[in-house]
């Protein structure tokens, strides 16, 4: 098979596949064709892709030459054109979002591979881009949060006096919670953290965070270890809760997330009015509306001295570990869909494959899929 890696358009620093990660490709059999400067804005050049044995050329020749191509977003409308029936395309898709190119490109006989669709089962583990993704977000929201905040993390007892350690608020302890809970205690914060799924209790306080737990949470053990929409009744004594601790933070990191729903809103705009001019907010689940009430996706906003951050393209500011990452993840499901040669064989007996395929031989495949849009 030939893989093909395409350059990102618009604001993307992250590159699919890293030269690194060429080699590894090469290893199982595969030839590697990368666009030119495909990988600048990781940080690899050209040359670095042609020592680990790919071909640099022009996009249109990329895309004519492979038979499955790899991007980080999925290369939208002008190139539709360009692919062929039979091609595979392998990316982040968002299902929702990009459903119209998605139609066009069953109806071309395209297959669409969705990396954000790999199931969450522990086989598929090694090939979960949305983890890899959250653990850059958690890190990254933290060091943002920490150079904007007008004070120290740690506790210091120095000379000129003592300075109290930072009080951070993590709201979701999921992938990029854990990871925001532990890179804010190893610059000496003192964290809070609410979730709605009790399993995450011990994993917190290993960390060193303090669960406060809120009564009356409903789990679901259907939901497939993701949180599920509360009552109005638990809502509003976790957002009191929320906003007592909230008043005495100064950093708060949301990540709360339901799956396939707008986010929580837990965080108020009256609370914000109450919180201490200087403090940060980072809202990581700004994209799907946000768990502040005063967060705008994209946009920095600063209300009564507090910094509203609402970002979600921390991965693209760290591009190199990113990249990294992502095409580490790519390979692992790879393995599961070549054969000892180097051919692509798409199982769609195999639950990864299945669940992870968009559309193949001009049919939705993928059950998330065909849920998201709302196909029979
Ligand atoms: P996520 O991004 O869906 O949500 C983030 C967190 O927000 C979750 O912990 C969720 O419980 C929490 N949350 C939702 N509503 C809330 C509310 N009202 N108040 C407070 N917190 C709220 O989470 P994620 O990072 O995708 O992880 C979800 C689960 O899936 C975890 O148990 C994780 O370990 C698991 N997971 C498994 C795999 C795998 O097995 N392959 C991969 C990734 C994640």
Request: charged fraction near 20%.
């Given at each position: ?116 669709l790999?199931p ?234 299945h669940g ?8 939705y495949i993928s059950q998330r899929v065909k849920q998201m849009?709302?196909i029979?």
């Amino acid at each position: 098979m030939t893989i093909g890696i395409l350059k990102e358009t618009g604001a993307e620093n992250r590159v699919a596949i890293l030269p690194g990660e060429v080699a590894v490709l090469k290893k199982m059999g595969i030839e590697v064709l990368v666009e030119f400067h495909a990988g600048e804005s990781a940080f690899a050049d050209d040359k670095l892709y042609q020592a680990a044995g790919a071909l640099t050329l022009e996009r249109k020749e990329v895309i004519a030459r492979s038979e499955m191509l790899l991007a980080v977003n999925p290369p939208l409308h002008d190139d539709i054109a360009l692919f062929r029936e039979g091609q595979v395309i392998c990316s982040v898709l968002n299902p929702v979002e990009n459903s119209k190119w998605l139609e066009e490109a069953r109806k071309q006989g395209i297959s669409v591979l969705a990396l954000d669709l790999v199931p969450r089962t522990t086989r598929a583990q090694s090939m979960d881009i949305l983890s890899s993704m959250a653990t850059v977000s958690g890190y990254k929201a933290v060091l943002e949060a920490a150079s904007l905040l007008p004070r120290f993390f740690p506790m210091f007892m120095s000379a000129a006096g003592t300075i109290k350690p930072a009080r951070v608020l993590i709201l979701g302890a999921g992938v990029a919670g854990l990871q925001a809970i532990a890179v804010a205690r190893k610059l000496g914060a003192i964290v809070e953290v609410f979730d709605v799924r009790s399993a995450v209790k011990e994993e917190v306080k290993s960390l060193g965070g303090k669960f406060i737990e809120v009564e009356g949470a409903k789990e679901d053990a259907a939901a497939g270890g993701y949180a599920v929409e509360q009552t109005e009744e638990f809502k509003k004594k976790q957002q009191e809760l929320i906003q007592q601790r909230a008043i005495a933070a100064d950093v708060v990191i949301c990540t709360a997330q339901i799956p396939g729903r707008k986010a929580p809103v837990l965080l108020l705009g009256e609370t914000i009015n109450e919180m201490k001019p200087g403090s940060v907010i980072v809202d990581l689940a700004a994209s799907t509306g946000g768990n502040c009430e005063l967060t705008q996706n994209g946009k920095n906003v600063v209300v009564n001295g507090v910094n509203i951050i609402g970002k979600s393209d921390y991965p693209s500011e760290m591009p190199t570990d990113a990249s990294k990452m992502y095409g580490c993840n790519i390979i692992n499901l790879l393995k599961i869909m070549v054969d000892k040669n180097g051919n692509l064989v798409l199982n769609m007996m195999d639950d990864i494959i299945h669940g992870t395929t968009a559309v193949h031989g001009k049919e939705y495949i993928s059950q998330r899929v065909k849920q998201m849009l709302n196909i029979n």
